[in-house]
């Protein structure tokens, strides 16, 4: 087991160039399960092969526990890497595709077939060792491909969005089974995904990335309840965070009937006169009295449990706010409503930065 460190790492794939990753400083704890995540093309994959030794790193250094393995070749980091495709032999059983690595490494076959062995029983394969990948589902194919990771015994596990090529149903119960095995076999994982649900329900701590620059690296919690930016505010929750901009006067912010107080702490850390509204669906509800946002619903999405009313405020017809409320609530598309947000769920931040003012 051992700790991650990258200093100040850089990748940068052509001179002149935005960096595909860019001065990185990020501290993965022993037995963490760390995520990345971020959009397309925001240096999540770059950050996962640098630590694996399949990208030179063009700036800084990159350390798992005490040693240096900036320059050192993959063989040598003592990691073993789950890929998004399956990367299994289909001429070979189950049992010999978990056990490849280890008959290269010319590991005794007695303790090949204990370690394969343990593998399978920790993923549920024991009954399919016998059988070639052709004849399993791609669940079970991204379980072998785990397997072959784990009888490494390695300091770090690296996967690559692993379960992309799965269908909706069977990511969601492969991610919880993925969590679990981590937990109990706890080896430092480092994870990327583009999706940030299953970022927010498997990591320990999730680093979101952004044009190759770290945004915010915390806890699922902390990134939900008070992101640092906009993108972060923006890209973490499903449905999106609601933000409306709004211009400041000597009263606070004012957007279609709702007011918005600013603290003097607040004010001093504007950098121009325009305010950043944020609130999340489940933080905004239809008013029980005059006083908030006057819009209307543009349409319903009915999940059964709850309801989303999408709705458009008064005098801003461009613009889409979304209100999480009670499942078969009867609103229906053209109804006027009044929104207003809950006793503390406004996230405030400053336009022009992005950053958030303080609380």
């Known amino acids: 087991m051992a700790t991650v ?11 002149g160039q935005r960096a595909a990753v860019d001065g990185l400083n990020l501290h993965i704890e022993d037995g963490e399960f760390l995520v990345l995540v971020g959009p397309s093309g925001c ?47 289909p001429h070979m059983t189950v049992a010999e595709n978990i056990g490849f ?33 052709a004849k399993l589902s791609g669940g079970q194919r991204q379980r072998v491909a785990m397997g072959r990771a784990i009888v490494r015994q390695p300091q770090v596990f690296l996967m ?60 699922p919690r902390e990134l939900f309840t008070r992101p640092v930016n906009t993108f972060v505010a923006g890209f973490i929750g499903s449905p999106a965070m609601n933000m409306v901009k ?10 279609s009937g709702m007011k918005i107080p600013l603290s003097p702490e607040q004010r001093a ?13 489940e933080g905004l509800h239809v008013s029980p009295d005059d006083q908030g946002m006057r819009a209307t619903i543009t349409t319903v999405e009915e999940l059964g449990s709850d309801s989303f009313l999408y709705c458009a405020p008064d005098g801003h017809d461009d613009l889409t706010v979304v209100s999480r409320t009670e499942g078969l609530s009867g609103a229906k598309a053209g109804d006027p409503v009044i929104l207003r947000p809950d006793p503390g769920a406004l996230h405030l931040f400053d336009t022009a930065s992005g950053a958030r003012l303080p609380d």
């Open 101 to 133: 690595h280890l008959k290269i490494k010319k590991v005794p076959k007695d303790e090949i077939t204990v370690r394969v062995a343990e593998a399978a029983k920790l993923l549920d394969l024991e009954e399919y060792l016998e059988r070639k990948p």
């Open 246 to 255: 709004c211009e400041v006067d000597e009263h606070g912010g004012e957007f």
């Open 5 to 15: 460190t990258f200093t100040d790492a850089s990748r940068i794939y052509t001179q």
């Open 43 to 89: 240096g999540k994959s770059t950050t996962l092969r640098m630590l694996a030794g399949l990208e030179p790193i063009d700036g800084g250094s990159v350390h798992i526990g005490d040693r240096d393995v900036t320059n050192l070749p993959p063989r040598d980091r003592d990691i073993a890497m789950v890929f998004q495709s399956y990367a299994l032999y």
């Open 269 to 281: 850390a504007l950098t121009s006169s325009s305010l950043t509204v944020g609130v999340r669906p």
């Open 160 to 219: 690559d969005e692993p379960l992309s090529n799965l269908d909706a149903k069977l990511r969601v119960s492969t991610r919880t089974q993925i969590a679990a095995l981590q937990r109990r076999l706890g080896v430092t994982t480092v994870y990327v995904t583009h999706d940030q649900v299953e970022a927010m329900t498997m990591g320990d701590r999730v680093a979101v990335l952004k044009d190759g620059l770290l945004q915010q690296c915390a806890s």
